[in-house]
């Protein structure tokens, strides 16, 4: 509708009544729209004649595939994908059956040494103090990435089997997923000069869900068909993390988001899902970026983990965020991100041979040949490794956990940065040592790590769907967090606010706060204003 500056001739403001009066008569199917990701309102403006719309459950895509004469490029179990020019988008969006309409993009890898010492791990193998020798045993976890080397030593004896959802055998060409594998669960190196990479679990098994091609990215709809598998298959395989190294761009919100709803689907059937932040924390020139987050990564479901720059020791004294890992809060929804953050820089792990990566960055080799080669890379994917590692560990020692209870767990234990805050590090840096000492009994004291006393951080981060109870995690010796005045702030906000409004969060610790002001404001107790402005700029109030 054009906005008038001036007065306008009687002529135009008949024609402009008119119009007016046709619109309040139209049918309702002409006023009805569907809310569309970013990517397809993109699409609409352009005029593509070729997109790929994801369309949520079977009979419904049916339905509009004979309706609209749409091809369907793939089915899926929790709906298709179907190919459409902007026509038929723009037929689709308004139709009144449809809800909301989400593009297929493209996802990919989230990738850019003493450090199991400097996280706890060798203290939890070694079984310090009362705890049992945890190596992750008994647990699965699935790898949702660009497959594995089978060939490396590595992996040897880990991966139960392999789905590949591009088609192919479930071999990385690229290199991201080997690498990755072997954070999480990689047997010991074989020579000398390797023996002292292993992975966080490495008594763990491993399912191979292949979604990310020889250039490191996949579709949407295979990312969500590799997570509704292994919930598919979690039972027969004893799953209970899905590991997600990968993003893409935020273009709805998450409740609209296909692949975010896969991971809720995950988590409410008992499984981990540990998503990487991204790496989208700084500009080409070095400026921060705040609210880079990328999805699955922005579902308040998800354990979501940003990269640790370790500066190569075990001393956690000179541990910083890494200025790439991406910092929230969230596009759209302003869930707080991320949970917590683990080592993601200049991370040593298995070297898939004659992968692109392999190929592409010679000078990053580490040691080793072949099926015992070692390369470094870095990023949150790195970062994510390390936790479902250290959740496997957790899963070993307790297999009763939730996924809210080992989220809460590692949050708590984990050692709050005030230098990054809480939109850079979360609750703190992963402690995996403290986190099993409280999955065990309860005790939230402080440990020791190289030598230096370590404390907890005491925060959970939390959304409304997610309200955790201490007490319900480890017995009557934790604290109880108190819930309902949140649950009466959620019911009065929820009167004002619309659908597409903030999503509800909380933090308890004992000095960050988190205040809702009117509209979409949030206060922290140090004095930093954030406001979501139009266009999705983040202005700070410092």
């Given at each position: 509708?054009?906005?008038?500056?001036?007065?306008?001739?009687?002529?135009?403001?008949?024609?402009?009544?008119?119009?007016?009066?046709?619109?309040?008569?139209?049918?309702?199917?002409?006023?009805?729209?569907?809310?569309?990701?970013?990517?397809?309102?993109?699409?609409?403006?352009?005029?593509?004649?070729?997109?790929?719309?994801?369309?949520?459950?079977?009979?419904?895509?049916?339905?509009?595939?004979?309706?609209?004469?749409?091809?369907?490029?793939?089915?899926?179990?929790?709906?298709?994908?179907?190919?459409?020019?902007?026509?038929?988008?723009?037929?689709?969006?308004?139709?009144?059956?449809?809800?909301?309409?989400?593009?297929?993009?493209?996802?990919t890898?989230?990738?850019?040494?003493?450090?199991?010492?400097?996280?706890?791990?060798?203290?939890?193998?070694?079984?310090?103090?009362?705890?049992?020798?945890?190596?992750?045993?008994?647990?699965?976890?699935?790898?949702?990435?660009?497959?594995?080397?089978?060939?490396?030593?590595?992996?040897?004896?880990?991966?139960?089997?392999?789905?590949d959802?591009?088609?192919?055998?479930?071999?990385?060409?690229f290199?991201?997923?080997?690498?990755?594998?072997?954070?999480?669960?990689?047997?010991?190196?074989?020579?000398?000069?390797?023996?002292?990479?292993?992975?966080?679990?490495?008594?763990?098994?491993?399912?191979?869900?292949?979604?990310?091609?020889?250039?490191?990215?996949?579709?949407?709809?295979?990312?969500?068909?590799?997570?509704?598998?292994?919930?598919?298959?979690?039972?027969?395989?004893?799953?209970?993390?899905?590991?997600?190294?990968?993003?893409?761009?935020?273009?709805?919100?998450?409740?609209?988001?296909?692949?975010?709803?896969?991971?809720?689907?995950?988590?409410?059937?008992?499984?981990?899902?540990?998503?990487?932040?991204?790496?989208?924390?700084?500009?080409?020139?070095?400026?921060?970026?705040?609210?880079?987050?990328?999805?699955?990564?922005?579902?308040?479901?998800?354990?979501?983990?940003?990269?640790?720059?370790a500066?190569?020791?075990?001393?956690?004294?000179?541990?910083?965020?890494?200025?790439?890992?991406?910092?929230?809060?969230?596009?759209?929804?302003?869930?707080?991100?991320?949970?917590?953050?683990?080592?993601?820089?200049?991370?040593?792990?298995?070297?898939a041979a004659?992968?692109?990566?392999?190929?592409?960055?010679?000078l990053?080799?580490v040691?080793?040949?072949?099926?015992?080669?070692?390369?470094?890379?870095?990023?949150?994917?790195?970062?994510?490794?390390?936790?479902?590692?250290?959740?496997?560990?957790?899963?070993?020692?307790?297999?009763?956990l939730?996924?809210?209870?080992?989220?809460?767990?590692?949050?708590?234990?984990?050692?709050?940065?005030?230098?990054a805050?809480?939109?850079?590090?979360g609750?703190?840096?992963?402690?995996?040592?403290?986190?099993?000492?409280?999955?065990?009994?309860?005790?939230?004291?402080?440990t020791?790590?190289?030598?230096?006393?370590?404390?907890?951080?005491?925060?959970?981060?939390?959304?409304?769907?997610?309200?955790?109870?201490?007490?319900?995690?480890?017995?009557?010796?934790?604290?109880?967090?108190?819930?309902?005045?949140?649950?009466?702030?959620?019911?009065?906000?929820?009167?004002?606010?619309?659908?597409?409004?903030?999503?509800?969060?909380?933090?308890?610790?004992?000095?960050?706060?988190?205040?809702?002001?009117?509209?979409?404001?949030?206060?922290?107790?140090?004095?930093?204003?954030?406001?979501?402005?139009?266009?999705?700029?983040?202005?700070?109030?410092?």
């Amino acid at each position: 509708m054009t906005r008038f500056t001036h007065p306008a001739r009687l002529s135009a403001r008949v024609a402009l009544l008119a119009a007016l009066a046709l619109a309040a008569s139209a049918p309702a199917e002409a006023q009805h729209r569907a809310r569309l990701s970013a990517d397809l309102a993109d699409h609409l403006a352009s005029g593509s004649n070729a997109v790929e719309v994801i369309v949520d459950g079977a009979a419904a895509a049916d339905r509009l595939a004979a309706k609209y004469n749409l091809k369907v490029k793939r089915r899926m179990r929790s709906g298709a994908v179907l190919v459409m020019n902007t026509g038929q988008l723009s037929a689709l969006q308004h139709d009144v059956d449809v809800d909301k309409l989400s593009g297929n993009i493209r996802y990919t890898s989230s990738a850019v040494d003493p450090v199991d010492v400097g996280i706890g791990a060798d203290q939890v193998w070694a079984g310090a103090g009362p705890l049992p020798k945890l190596t992750g045993r008994g647990v699965t976890v699935a790898l949702i990435d660009s497959g594995v080397d089978p060939k490396h030593s590595a992996l040897k004896g880990h991966v139960i089997t392999s789905v590949d959802f591009t088609g192919g055998d479930g071999v990385d060409r690229f290199g991201h997923g080997t690498h990755v594998a072997a954070i999480i669960e990689g047997n010991p190196g074989q020579t000398a000069d390797t023996s002292g990479y292993r992975g966080v679990a490495y008594g763990a098994s491993l399912i191979n869900l292949r979604v990310l091609g020889s250039d490191g990215s996949g579709s949407a709809a295979d990312v969500i068909e590799a997570i509704d598998w292994a919930i598919d298959h979690a039972h027969a395989y004893n799953i209970r993390v899905i590991n997600l190294s990968l993003g893409a761009a935020v273009l709805q919100p998450y409740r609209d988001d296909p692949v975010c709803a896969a991971v809720e689907r995950a988590v409410r059937a008992g499984i981990v899902v540990v998503a990487a932040a991204g790496n989208h924390g700084e500009t080409a020139d070095g400026r921060k970026i705040v609210g880079g987050t990328t999805s699955p990564g922005n579902s308040p479901y998800a354990l979501t983990v940003g990269a640790l720059d370790a500066k190569g020791t075990a001393d956690r004294g000179d541990d910083e965020v890494a200025a790439f890992s991406s910092r929230g809060p969230t596009r759209f929804d302003l869930v707080l991100k991320p949970d917590l953050v683990a080592p993601g820089r200049r991370i040593t792990s298995a070297e898939a041979a004659g992968s692109a990566l392999s190929v592409n960055f010679p000078l990053q080799h580490v040691a080793g040949s072949g099926a015992n080669a070692y390369i470094y890379g870095s990023g949150t994917s790195m970062a994510t490794a390390f936790v479902s590692g250290a959740a496997a560990l957790l899963l070993e020692e307790r297999p009763s956990l939730s996924p809210m209870g080992i989220k809460a767990a590692l949050q708590m234990t984990s050692s709050f940065m005030p230098e990054a805050g809480l939109i850079g590090g979360g609750a703190g840096s992963l402690n995996v040592l403290a986190a099993a000492d409280f999955a065990l009994n309860g005790d939230l004291g402080n440990t020791t790590i190289a030598g230096d006393s370590i404390a907890s951080s005491h925060l959970v981060i939390a959304s409304a769907d997610q309200l955790i109870s201490a007490e319900s995690l480890s017995g009557s010796r934790s604290q109880r967090l108190s819930l309902a005045p949140f649950h009466r702030r959620k019911a009065n906000r929820n009167a004002r606010r619309s659908q597409h409004s903030a999503s509800d969060a909380l933090v308890w610790g004992n000095s960050d706060t988190l205040v809702w002001g009117n509209g979409d404001t949030l206060v922290w107790g140090n004095g930093d204003t954030l406001v979501w402005g139009n266009g999705d700029t983040l202005v700070w109030g410092n």
